[in-house]
């Protein structure tokens, strides 16, 4: 699904952004252009940012165990 229709920029995009290491918007602005237009996407793109970041911690604590 589109989050950022400005960019072009998908939920796997920002999927991706974070299994290569993007921890927050910043790194989404300056890798995948995110928010830096009209800003309408911010609230979503955080929320897919969050729910990536919990992918990862959630597939590091069963690579653990």
């Known amino acids: 699904m589109y989050i950022c229709v ?3 920029v998908t939920d796997s995009d920002i999927e991706r952004a974070v299994k290569t290491g993007a921890n927050c918007m910043q790194h989404l602005q ?3 252009g995110v928010n ?3 800003g ?3 609230c979503d793109a955080k ?8 992918k990862q911690i959630s597939h ?3 690579a653990t165990y």
């Open 36 to 38: 830096t237009r009209c």
């Open 6 to 8: 400005c960019n072009a």
């Open 40 to 42: 309408s996407c911010a």
């Open 30 to 32: 300056s890798s995948l």
């Open 47 to 54: 929320r897919c940012l969050d729910e990536a970041l919990d």
């Open 60 to 62: 590091l604590k069963l």
